[in-house]
């Protein structure tokens, strides 16, 4: 393992893989990736359906445990850490579908989060509105996020678009270092992929920022650079131009319905 | 006389013997409620009396009709598994696309109500039924006695199981039922009727408990309870086999049938309690199961609205100066000792709905912590000669332990799992207090001292004891109060709503769930040890699952994940057992009449239905609602 992370420490990385491989009943989903997230660039996973994107995807955010190989955190080795302790290292991801506590108040999903970075969950008798300012600070987001005139209603009862900007307000609300996003697009109308797009841009500043996202627009207007999966490996990677004029990739994608 | 390890070996071979025997019902249930549970995704708590049932039916027929075993062994299992089609008709299909937990909790009220309605007919003892002439006798091996109607109970069990497994696994019509269960939708459009399939199914898997009846039926004794005790022994074989495999149910069952056969040779003690502890030990070390492949839906979603809201510091003042009020009152208009027992339950009621209804773990164990609370609390008011409070206080800790103890292990496996687990751990505490030196058996532990509090009250006089049970219970109740609103009880909301999120939020949902229901056992331990005190009795029902199912009822007739829903639900429960003392095993039937009530047209339970009048009723003035528990969208 040591001789693993002498390799590949380098500083210019915040994530980074070595031969990372997931198998599910012989059937190899992520097979020897080689993969780096460069400190404050935006990056985008794409690939055909079934090209291993979302299960690499869930290997870098715990939610899978690799079979084989090797991921580091800011050069440290946490191929075995879960995912509470990622979240704790600055690492947050969100979900394809979108993830909101349905039975809380919009205002009271932020609260959670903020609970969280102030170190104050673990109270048990104590009100969280006389607390460190996490209402206040939660009334704020929501405002910054345009949620102001929803923080009573529930969750549950948001409409898709207007979940997936709580999802994402509830996220930031940690001030991860790196936002890992599961299709951040998907499900979206148009005014709402506008939407997301601009907070999305809002978020990068300062954060290093993994998506995988079907929407070629949005790839095109928010990504550095792109990977390109298929068959749960590697097949081209760089900017978008360079990998959109690649004769693989186009040989990948050709013939299939594709937007 | 040849012997092992210094036991005879015919006794050895003997109990071995026994334990197959014994492991081959194991092996019939396990794999029915497999089945069932493979294709509806409900547990069928009903499994046991099913197979009670099936017994009972023999056993009538014999009698009353004078049919014999063999016709008994074709009857039985057809008219039972005829009901079950009714039920799943009639009732089941009512819950598909709820949380599965509705399903228990309705085949829970189903079997209260079969249990105690044949109670009630034919009485609650053991009644004999002879092994048919054709298998009487037996045939000396040379190292055992095998007697013939053992050997058969083996054989055919073992074509049972083979034959289910062979028809599931590799027909034609098991292939459609294995498809089903992965994707209804898409066998639905290739013309197969899926719900006629599933209706069938749980047909069959009900019969096949009535067939295992009518075969256990010489074996042990007829009565209406012999199935509740056997399927709790199930739930522990299903965790610990893991329900994903029919072979695995199988195998499971005779190798704890085996464990146990072996236990009761070489340390009898331990033999009723071996299989709960090897359900421990699995889930440390494979909490999937020895066969599962994988855990049960851990990270799914809630989608719908659910719980209740934080109400204002205000309205929780009025509510608790007001109950404080009335609960002063009531003993002038109301029999003390009964408000003294309803509050003991409230608090109970209210300390089960803070893991049931805030973290939705519903455990199905609770009255572990009531009643070992009550013996120990008892043991150190009478035998140590504390003063109350700390004898109050000695039993509260000890609840608290077990629930660490319990919680830690149960929280690996989730939902329907969970409360199974939970069943499973109260059943070992039932044994422990069953053959414990000090609890006094079946005869409870008596003359427990109500004794000075704090040395200079006197708790024999009635206003002083009155007075203080309402303190502890009106503490209880604020402290519920307290923990639901702090930061600590929102995580807890947020865990229960959505797994995945919270831990992608840097939570680690297991030392959460854990401390909940550490919390929640100290608070029924609470509860009690105050009981004993009142009562100066900790006894065996304070410890049985009956108990468990009783805080249920409270809970969900009430309301649950609202603060005052246990309350009323406990007085009401209290009450009906009151008035309703002379009739007997019939209160039993109306338990599991509510139940079913409760689950089919109930869900928000009293306060929860009133909330949702009163909000409807003004549109914008008050908060949300608690809604009933939705299906996890996950699967």
Redesign the interface.
């Known amino acids: 393992m040591a001789e693993i992370a002498e390799h590949i420490k380098d500083p210019r990385f915040v994530l980074q893989t070595r031969n990372l491989t997931r198998q599910f009943d012989g059937f190899f989903a992520v097979k020897n990736v080689n993969f780096r997230l460069a400190r404050d660039s935006v990056h985008a996973v794409i690939g055909p359906n079934g090209a291993g994107k979302t299960t690499l995807f869930n290997l870098l955010?715990k939610?899978l445990a690799p079979t084989d190989g090797a991921i580091l955190h800011e050069g440290e080795d946490v191929t075995r850490l879960?995912?509470?302790a990622m979240?704790?290292r600055g690492v947050?991801?969100?979900?394809q579908?979108s993830?909101?506590?349905?039975?809380?108040?919009v205002q009271?999903?932020v609260?959670?989060?903020l609970?969280?970075?102030s170190g104050?969950?673990?109270?048990?008798?104590?009100?969280?509105s006389k607390?460190s300012g996490v209402t206040e600070r939660a009334a704020a987001l929501l405002r910054r996020f345009g949620l102001a005139e929803h923080a009573?209603t529930?969750?549950?009862?948001l409409s898709y678009g207007r979940k997936r900007v709580l999802e994402l307000a509830?996220?930031l609300a940690?001030e991860p270092k790196v936002l890992l996003l599961d299709e951040p697009m998907a499900g979206l109308g148009r005014e709402d992929i506008g939407r997301v797009t601009a907070l999305i841009q809002e978020a990068r500043q300062g954060r290093t920022v993994l998506l995988v996202e079907h929407n070629m627009n949005v790839v095109a207007q928010l990504a550095d650079t792109i990977t390109v999966m298929v068959r749960g490996e590697i097949l081209a990677e760089g900017p978008y131009d360079e990998v959109a004029a690649n004769p693989d990739v186009i040989a990948a994608y050709t013939g299939r319905a594709h937007g | 006389m040849t012997t092992i390890f210094g036991v005879p070996s015919a006794v050895l071979f003997g109990q071995l013997l026994l334990g197959l025997v014994n492991g081959a019902f194991y092996a019939m249930l396990s794999l029915g409620l497999a089945v069932i549970f493979g294709m509806m995704n409900i547990v069928n708590f009903a499994h046991g009396a099913q197979y009670m049932m099936g017994a009972m039916l023999a056993w009538l027929l014999f009698n009353f009709l004078g049919i014999g075993y063999w016709s008994a062994l074709v009857i039985a299992p057809l008219s039972v598994g005829l009901m079950g089609i009714a039920v799943e008709r009639f009732l089941l299909r009512r819950l598909y696309g709820l949380d599965h937990l509705y399903g228990m909790l309705l085949t829970f009220g189903l079997a209260l109500m079969a249990q105690g309605a044949l109670s009630n007919w034919f009485g609650s003892s053991g009644q004999p039924y002879a092994i048919p002439a054709e298998l009487a006798g037996g045939r000396n091996l040379g190292f055992m006695f095998l007697p013939n109607y053992r050997a058969w109970v083996l054989a055919a069990s073992l074509v049972v199981c083979l034959g289910t497994w062979y028809v599931v696994e590799r027909t034609r019509l098991g292939a459609y039922l294995r498809a089903a269960t992965e994707n209804p939708m898409l066998v639905q459009a290739f013309g197969i009727r899926v719900p006629r399939m599933i209706m069938l199914t749980y047909g069959a898997g009900v019969a096949l408990a009535a067939m295992a009846g009518v075969l256990a039926a010489p074996v042990y004794q007829v009565s209406p309870s012999m199935g509740a005790d056997l399927l709790i022994v199930v739930f522990a074989v299903v965790v610990i086999g893991g329900m994903g495999s029919i072979m695995g149910s199988i195998v499971t069952g005779f190798l704890v049938g085996l464990i146990e056969g072996l236990t009761k040779a070489f340390y009898p003690e331990l033999s009723s309690t071996v299989v709960f502890l090897v359900m421990a030990v699995v889930l440390m070390l494979r909490p999937a199961g020895l066969f599962g492949s994988r855990l049960d839906n851990a990270g799914g979603p809630h989608e719908a609205p659910a719980e209740a809201p934080s109400s204002s510091p205000r309205t929780q003042m009025v509510l608790v100066v007001t109950l404080a009020a009335s609960l002063i009152v009531a003993p002038l208009v109301i029999y003390p000792g009964f408000m003294m027992k309803a509050m003991i339950f409230a608090l109970f009621a209210s300390a089960f709905n803070l893991i049931a209804g805030y973290g939705r773990l519903v455990s199905f164990g609770h009255a572990m912590f009531l009643g070992s609370a009550g013996y120990v609390c008892g043991h150190a008011a009478k035998v140590w000669g504390l003063t109350p409070e700390l004898a109050i206080l000695t039993g509260t800790a000890t609840a608290a332990l077990l629930g660490l103890v319990s919680g830690w292990l149960a929280i690996r496996r989730s939902g329907i799992y969970f409360a199974m687990v939970t069943l499973a751990f109260a059943q070992m505490i039932y044994f422990v207090a069953l053959q414990a030196p000090f609890t006094g058996g079946e005869n409870g532990l008596q003359g427990v001292p109500r004794g000075m509090l704090f040395g200079w009250i006197d708790l024999s006089n009635p206003v002083n004891l009155y007075v203080f049970v309402t303190v502890i219970f009106l503490g209880g109740f604020v402290l519920i109060m307290r923990l639901v609103d702090s930061p600590f009880g929102r995580v807890l909301r947020a865990i229960s709503n959505h797994e995945a999120r919270a831990q992608s939020l840097g939570f680690e949902i297991d030392h959460y769930k854990c401390v909940a229901f550490t919390l929640s056992a100290a608070l029924a331990g609470l509860a009690g040890s105050t009981k004993a005190i009142v009562t100066q009795i900790a006894s065996l029902t304070d410890a049985h699952w009956s108990m468990s199912g009783e805080v249920l009822l409270m809970t969900f007739l009430g309301g649950v994940g609202t603060l005052l829903g246990p309350v009323i639900g406990a007085f009401v429960v209290v009450a009906m057992q009151n008035y309703l003392a002379g009739l007997g095993q019939w209160v039993a039937v109306i338990h599991g009449l509510i139940f079913a009530v409760c689950v089919l047209a109930f869900r928000r339970g009293i306060v929860g239905e009133a909330a949702a009048w009163w909000r409807r009723r003004k549109p914008h003035g008050a908060g949300p609602v608690p809604a009933p528990v939705q299906a996890a969208s996950g699967k």
Do not use: C, D, Q, Y
């Open positions: 955010t939610h879960k995912m509470p979240a704790k947050v991801r969100s979900f579908i993830a909101v506590f349905a039975g809380l108040t009271e999903n609260e959670v989060a609970l969280r970075s104050i969950a673990w109270s048990v008798l104590g009100r969280i607390r009573a529930m969750a549950g009862n509830t996220t940690l």
